[in-house]
């Protein structure tokens, strides 16, 4: 008999097993390494249904930490769960729009999908499937959709889901809604476009990705701009390559007799002259010319607003961070995108060689900010630039709000007494400045830029120093 068999059938055991902390104690105890192939597949898909089990259990416990309805408040600069989402942002080191979605889709799981919670608890959907579910269902069940009509969308949910993916799950429920309810469909497509918004998310790599979530008129008058965009620098192209060859010819016919100046063809595309700038434009992919032109065509619009429109009274900018020997070519240490994170050193000097320079002063050890160089002395201005160079975003845990989008907070109030001073003063962002000031959260700020909050409950959250040459 083979060895792995009794192992094997016991990993088959336990996939069929209900979910609960019995199964789960017995799949920690085995290697998955000691498996056959086949029953390391079985062990995965039985992990896979043990977190479904504990994501039932969270659902109940966010909802139990946020309350079974949204919060509702009096007071003009309370918005609903600010209270609750900022507790559950900072428990579990989540963003305050992270949080929220997770308390929206807790409270439509446990209020108002019962089977829906009863599968995920069983294993027999994902985590993923079930956030979906509510997801998409949450708008038309805000619009009274009816406990008959959500029994049928569970159904028909629920079954899709054995042998599909979360994407085609929420596909499925948004015809079975258009299908149950045409009304309330027709209310949430219209309301949806309030939704609309552009986010930016940092990548790997020195890349990011922005989305953009537009009405789909709006997203056309968007792609038309940079189909025309790719259109006229096509044709610019073109042109130049026109210009380049003919000026190859006529050069080669007052040459003619000439084989060796022949043979070395000076011109568009010589393996002995650079390329310019628009034939390098047509190597690109379709994909590179789309996201250039976008990137051209909004530079040209900052370019154009970049002294009207200001920050904390400076213009518009992007902020790069470098060291000065990395600058100088002495080093190849990466540089800091503001907003973003590290950047090689290459990229860093190609955004520098432009750029507007301004010394920062800081500590060896721990590389946090001690001054900010200035030729003048302009204390309201230079204490401004220094907090936005110390800071770069909001300092309540997690939020990463640009700090040119933020408040100048004093953490001891002016009223009572605190000083403008750099200890004293910090940059928060408008919701968390107001959970401070009216929402009885705490603030204790140390000379370094670090911090700690107090909740309204007592628990505390300290917030680390920003080493300069270090994203936030």
């Known amino acids: 008999m083979d060895s792995t068999e009794p192992l094997s059938a016991r990993v088959s055991d336990l996939l069929r097993a209900n979910p609960g902390i019995q199964t789960l104690t017995g799949l920690v105890s085995i290697n998955p390494f000691e498996l056959v192939v086949g029953s390391r597949i079985d062990f995965l898909s039985a992990l ?5 089990w504990l994501q039932a259990i969270m659902q109940r416990a966010i909802v139990a930490v946020a309350g079974e309805e949204s919060s509702s408040n009096d007071k003009i600069w309370d918005g609903v769960d600010e209270a ?13 729009n992270t949080a929220q979605l997770r308390i929206d889709v807790a409270r439509t799981l446990v209020n108002h999908l019962p089977n829906t919670c009863s599968a995920l608890a069983m294993g027999e959907i994902s985590a ?21 009509a959500i029994y049928q969308l569970e159904e028909k949910a629920l079954g899709y889901a054995e042998f599909h993916t979360p994407g085609q799950v929420a596909n499925k429920v948004r015809t079975t809604i258009a299908q149950l309810a045409p009304a309330e469909f027709e209310e949430v497509v219209d309301r949806a476009r309030e939704s609309r918004r552009v986010s930016c998310y940092n990548d790997a790599d020195g890349m990011a990705t922005v989305v953009a979530i537009l009405p789909a008129p709006d997203a056309q008058i968007i792609m038309k701009s940079i189909e025309s965009y790719i259109l006229k620098r096509n044709e610019e192209d073109s042109r130049q390559h026109s210009d380049t060859n003919v000026g190859s010819k006529q050069h ?3 040459n003619v007799g000439s084989k060796q100046h022949s043979d070395t063809k ?8 650079p390329r310019s700038e628009t034939s390098i434009w047509s190597l690109l992919s379709a994909d590179n010319k789309r996201a250039d032109a976008l990137t051209a065509i909004l530079s040209s619009a900052l370019s154009e607003n970049s002294d009207s429109v200001k920050s904390h009274r400076r213009a518009v900018s992007v902020n790069v961070t470098i060291d000065l020997p990395t600058l100088l070519g002495l080093a190849e240490n990466p540089g800091q995108l503001s907003g973003y994170g590290a950047i090689p050193a290459s990229v860093a000097r190609e955004l520098a060689s432009d750029a507007t ?3 920062f002063i800081t500590d060896p050890l721990t590389g946090n900010l001690l001054d900010f160089g200035r030729e003048k002395y302009e204390p309201p201005q230079a204490l401004v630039d220094f907090l936005l160079a110390r800071d770069r975003t909001c300092r309540f845990p997690g939020c990463r709000q640009p700090a040119t989008r933020a408040d100048i907070d004093h953490a001891h109030s002016w009223e009572t007494g605190g000083e403008t001073s750099i200890e004293n003063l910090g940059l928060l962002c408008r919701r968390h400045h107001r959970l401070k000031t009216h929402g009885r959260w705490s603030l204790v700020s140390n000379k370094d830029g670090s911090c700690e909050w107090t909740s309204p409950t007592g628990k505390n959250y300290f917030v680390p120093a920003r080493p300069i040459n270090e994203s936030v």
């Open 266 to 273: 000076v011109g568009f595309g010589s393996s002995n002259s």
């Open 128 to 148: 993923a499937h079930a956030t979906v579910i509510a997801k998409e269902s949450a708008a038309a069940i805000r619009d009274g959709l009816s406990e008959f």
């Open 252 to 254: 080669s016919d007052t």
């Open 84 to 96: 609750e989402r900022e507790d559950v942002a900072a428990a579990l080191r989540l963003s305050p």
């Open 357 to 359: 320079w301004k010394r």
């Open 48 to 52: 896979e249904r043990q977190t479904a």
